[in-house]
């Protein structure tokens, strides 16, 4: 990695950690120790997109995130993203996501969504990678599988948390929340990927119209890695595990997939502060 690209992604985390904050040019060319005449072209060299718009799509993500998930007023969103009314936020808005913010929290279009916000991953490379050995009794859950494209697990995952809100069964608050993988989104057609959103339960779930259903993680050996940061390069992660970890521990694989436990979630928290432990399933 080289010193200009640590440099960049000491700034890009620091916006993702200061997205409330005045930002200016001088001291974000500080933070990359830079001159102020050669840090723009710096950035869009390797963001591909200019330090403002970086900024913009940062709180617009979050914005989006916040219209999906959260019971919040549109012009409360507005103002938490630094707009001066929901005017100027409905028309940027529409600009970058072909919706407004209305049509978005009604009927989401998530491909474009992932379009809009593909950027690159830009991190320090500061976590280490430590692995902790942990036990786990088998876990009752509440799942709704997604099937099919990727880029819409979000669409499912929202119509997981409004059946918890609905009945109750499985609160956020004081529930595990999972998501279960049957394969690697980027190694099979897109008609095949299976990935069950999930939540414990303390009793079983009725017959409901969301399509949820009774099911259980098996308990045993887990290798265990906690995941800093964004959803979008938690892969790198999981196949690091495989990759360097699992090769230099001696263990073994169990028949069940690997699992991801949310410990926070993206309209609740920055970016940079969610929090995703890995499970691997190991004899």
């Not at 001159?35 to 060299?45: D, K, T, Y």
């Not at 876990?139 to 918890?164: C, M, N, S």
């Not at 890695?225 to 263990?251: I, M, Q």
Request: net charge negative; hydrophobic share 40%; charged share 20%.
């Amino acid at each position: 990695m080289s010193v200009q690209f640590q440099r960049i992604a000491r700034v890009c985390e620091f916006i993702q950690r200061h997205l409330d904050d005045e930002l200016t040019p001088v001291q974000l060319s500080n933070i990359a120790a830079c001159s102020r005449f050669h840090f723009h072209r710096l950035f869009v060299a390797y963001i591909g997109v200019s330090m403002t718009r970086y900024i913009q799509l940062a709180k617009l993500k979050r914005a989006s995130y916040q219209l999906a998930f959260e019971p919040l007023k549109i012009i409360d969103i507005a103002l938490n993203a630094g707009f001066s009314s929901p005017e100027a936020f409905a028309r940027t808005f529409k600009k970058t996501l072909g919706q407004t913010p209305s049509e978005f929290r009604s009927n989401a279009d998530w491909p474009q969504w992932h379009q809009v916000f593909q950027l690159p991953n830009v991190t320090t490379g500061a976590h280490s990678m430590q692995v902790k050995i942990v036990e786990k009794p088998t876990q009752q859950i509440a799942y709704l599988t997604h099937l099919g494209d990727p880029q819409r697990v979000l669409e499912t995952a929202g119509k997981f948390i409004e059946w918890r809100k609905a009945t109750g069964l499985s609160p956020i608050a004081s529930s595990d929340t999972f998501g279960i993988p049957f394969a690697d989104p980027n190694t099979v057609p897109a008609e095949e990927f299976r990935v069950d959103i999930a939540g414990t339960i303390n009793t079983p779930v009725p017959a409901n119209t969301f399509g949820v259903q009774n099911g259980e993680i098996p308990g045993g050996r887990f290798a265990v890695l906690r995941h800093l940061g964004s959803h979008d390069n938690l892969s790198d992660s999981v196949y690091a595990l495989y990759r360097d970890w699992l090769p230099e521990s001696g263990e073994e694989l169990r028949d069940f997939p690997c699992f991801f436990h949310w410990l926070n979630f993206i309209h609740e928290v920055d970016e940079c502060d969610l929090q995703t432990d890995i499970y691997l399933p190991i004899k």
